[in-house]
């Protein structure tokens, strides 16, 4: 570990972990925490328990605002556990001279976000801090869901069964790039950010036994796969031409130096289910997003590694993504 | 009529963001060209060594999987074009140091804020409290001096003949505008002097000129700027093939075929196969603007290819207001500061050996902890072997 945290260290991928292990997994260390699942299961498998900050910035993108994303990011994280999200708790940090109209706005959204998912506001605190403190808005949400469908876990990964992706991957990191102040490039492009409740809850109703789900946040696709290889001890094989990518976060991601692979997404998850179950899982998707595909097998090739196939056969790993991410400069 | 035609300039400008690679990665493209490469191959009397200059080609050439596709007698050897890669740690100190000056904005582009100088890198000089900024273009440095009239920002240029010409308009609206506050420390580098370096330089530790390169695959984007006509002396004078190359994997793949073929029917020239692009000439008005403002440094020292000569460029002696390099003088270091012992940088940037070589590779130096330069940029071809290049077969190695 280094001496002094950089911004690598909250990137969601190698840095970030390593900063959770050798701080917070030390001191905090339990077995609830061990399982690092999107969120905690208490309570005999009872209820999922979650918590999440934001701070994003700039605070209003295309297709969104930090209240929308601070609602989706934590309901999300419940969703992933087979959970509907009930009881939500919202700390506020606003600097010092930040516009009531904007924050009003901000709260506006997230109360349009918490009917979306059936949850409430149940508990809130309010900080004001001097001008510079922080960038004018962090919000941190923590949700309580109850689980109506047992046993997901990135541990259960096997041999033979599919891993799908709910629709094209890379659009928030995408948006927020090109949104980004100093960065002057025009698109079109919105966040996919969204509450993923709902989609949840139709593979539940169709009867899908799902093995594994998470939402690709920060480290994105490239970040759950990987976690799920290790987990599980498996390998992931991606077919490199099946990952579905709008062209505009292609373009960017080619301009930049990006993967689309690599970039968050806010309402874009990732499913594993057994092979059979996988034409069905696939349609329910795909009634709410076309663009929802299969990406990926699950092997025991290289134990523990994602690979990527190539159309024209070669292979390669797809790592976890490093550092900050940085545009490549020629 | 007024929709058919908006839908028509939709349509076109969907096809022109596609066109600019799809059809450059076609499988079955790719495929044929492995074919054709494979039958030529099996005429060639010896192995041959391709060195492909670019450390953007040696990101291509290992994403794409593109030695997998080879056969064993023709093989890559990498070379020395990543600029966050060849830049000695004293000139990052430099970086280091301005940006931990009084009032100072620190600006450059991507990679470089990655890379650990002896104190560390201008990531860790920014958790200490530096204001260090990247960007995109250098011409952003002029919205970021007008927005802080009492600070002075130093924009601290790196990159072969590509991004020369961007740093250049930025020093020509400084002067135009009238700008103040903005300072250059220009670490530019240029390409055909550092191959000739790789041809004639000897081997310290062995004593003897003893460099594997049997062609060149020279990179496309700097010939857009500089021409073809840079290389026009390594067929004629060094007995080397050059073939001018795109950097996707059907470029890549028809570049190598084209060098096979060179070897096959014992030619030697210089080609372009990008040509949708690239002519003998360049970009005369680039280049212009590029001699208008800057001169060469009689020497640059490459970090592991020590002083090269005349592969560096300097601001010219009119614009020396303009250069930190002077106005800093006092608190610059000068000293020459070696690379970690066990890191091979050196050996692989001269293309003498390859990654995985290197006893430090994939244990202690990773992009998490990078020791040597190579493993810090994608660019870096020990980053490219560390992120893309596990499963292809090691064994072939450049002495082969």
Redesign the interface.
């Given at each position: 570990m280094?001496k002094?945290?950089?911004?690598?260290h909250g990137n969601g991928g190698?840095?970030n972990n390593?900063l959770i292990k050798s701080v917070f997994y030390k001191h905090f260390k339990n077995d609830i925490l061990a399982k690092s699942e999107d969120a905690a299961v208490i309570e005999d498998g009872k209820l999922a328990f979650t918590t999440d900050s934001f701070t994003v910035s700039p605070l209003f993108f295309p297709g969104g605002d930090i209240g929308k994303l601070a609602v989706c990011g934590t309901c999300n994280d419940l969703a992933m556990m087979g959970a509907k999200p009930k009881y939500i708790t919202c700390s506020v940090i606003i600097e010092e001279g930040f516009p009531t109209r904007d924050l009003e706005k901000i709260v506006k959204s997230m109360k349009k976000e918490l009917e979306i998912n059936g949850a409430i506001v149940v508990s809130g605190d309010t900080k004001v801090v001097p001008r510079g403190s922080v960038d004018k808005l962090f919000i941190n949400t923590t949700g309580i869901g109850e689980i109506q469908h047992k046993g997901i876990s990135a541990s259960n990964l096997k041999d033979g069964m599919s891993v799908l992706v709910s629709r094209d991957v890379g659009t928030h990191g995408a948006t927020i790039f090109a949104a980004r102040e100093?960065?002057?490039l025009e698109s079109t492009l919105q966040t996919d950010c969204a509450s993923l409740y709902p989609e949840v809850k139709k593979l539940m109703d169709a009867g899908i036994a799902i093995v594994a789900m998470r939402d690709a946040t920060r480290g994105g696709v490239s970040a759950v796969l990987n976690e799920w290889a290790k987990s599980s001890d498996v390998c992931v094989e991606v077919t490199e031409?099946s990952i579905p990518v709008q062209?505009?976060v292609?373009?960017i991601c080619?301009m930049?130096?990006f993967e689309a692979v690599d970039l968050a997404n806010e309402g874009t998850f990732v499913l594993c289910v057994a092979k059979a179950d996988e034409a069905k899982a696939l349609e329910v998707l795909q009634d709410t997003h076309k663009t929802a595909t299969v990406i990926a097998s699950v092997s025991e090739q290289?134990k523990g590694r994602v690979?990527l196939n190539?159309?024209?056969?070669?292979?390669?790993?797809l790592?976890l993504p490093?550092?900050?991410l940085?545009?490549?400069?020629? | 009529m007024m929709n058919a035609q908006i839908e028509r300039v939709i349509l076109m400008q969907?096809l022109e963001?596609?066109n600019?690679?799809d059809d450059f990665r076609d499988?079955?493209t790719?495929?044929a060209y492995?074919k054709i490469i494979a039958k030529d191959a099996k005429k060639l009397e010896k192995p041959i060594n391709i060195m492909e200059v670019c450390g953007?080609h040696t990101?291509t050439i290992?994403?794409?999987?593109?030695p997998?596709?080879l056969p064993k007698n023709v093989n890559f050897i990498h070379g020395p074009g990543c600029?966050?890669c060849i830049m000695p740690k004293e000139r990052i100190d430099h970086a280091y140091v301005l940006s931990m000056q009084e009032n100072v904005i620190l600006v450059t582009?991507?990679?470089?804020?990655?890379v650990p100088g002896s104190n560390g890198s201008l990531?860790?000089a920014?958790?200490?409290g530096a204001d260090v900024r990247?960007?995109?273009?250098p011409m952003?440095c002029i919205?970021i001096a007008k927005d802080n009239p009492d600070k002075t920002v130093i924009f601290f240029a790196?990159?072969?003949e590509?991004?020369t010409p961007m740093t250049a308009v930025l020093v020509e609206q400084v002067i135009k505008l009238k700008i103040p506050n903005i300072l250059f420390h220009i670490n530019h580098v240029t390409v055909p002097e550092v191959m000739v370096e790789l041809i004639d330089s000897r081997d310290v530790h062995v004593d003897s000129y003893n460099n594997q390169i049997d062609a060149f695959l020279g990179p496309s984007?700097v010939s857009v700027i500089a021409g073809s006509k840079i290389y026009d002396k390594f067929p004629k004078d060094y007995g080397r093939p050059v073939v001018v190359t795109g950097f996707e994997?059907v470029d890549a793949m028809q570049g190598i075929s084209m060098i096979v073929k060179q070897f096959v029917e014992e030619r030697c020239e210089l080609e372009v196969q990008y040509k949708r692009v690239v002519n003998h000439d360049g970009n005369l008005k680039a280049q212009g603007l590029i001699n208008t403002y800057f001169e060469k440094m009689s020497l640059f020292r490459w970090r592991g290819l020590g002083n090269v000569p005349d592969s560096g460029l300097k601001l010219r002696d009119v614009y020396a207001h303009l250069d930190a390099e002077k106005v800093y003088k006092s608190v610059l270091p000068i000293a020459e500061i070696e690379d970690h012992k066990l890191c091979i940088c050196g050996d692989i940037l001269r293309g003498m050996a390859k990654p995985q070589e290197c006893t430090i590779f994939g244990t202690a130096c990773k992009?998490?902890t990078p020791i040597g330069s190579c493993m810090v940029?994608?660019?870096g071809a020990c980053a490219a072997y560390y992120?893309?290049?596990?499963?292809?077969d090691t064994s072939k190695s450049v002495s082969e």
């Open positions: 280094t002094t945290i950089t911004i690598a190698e840095e390593e100093g960065i002057e031409e062209e505009e292609r373009g080619e930049l130096g290289y690979i190539s159309s024209w056969g070669t292979k390669r790993f790592d490093t550092g900050e940085l545009p490549r400069i020629c | 969907e963001l596609k600019l690679y499988g079955k790719i495929q492995a953007g990101h290992m994403k794409f999987g593109l997998q596709l600029p966050v582009l991507g990679d470089m804020i990655k990531q860790d920014r958790a200490k990247f960007v995109y273009s952003e919205k790196i990159g072969f590509t991004t984007h994997p992009p998490t940029s994608s660019e992120k893309y290049g596990n499963l292809i």
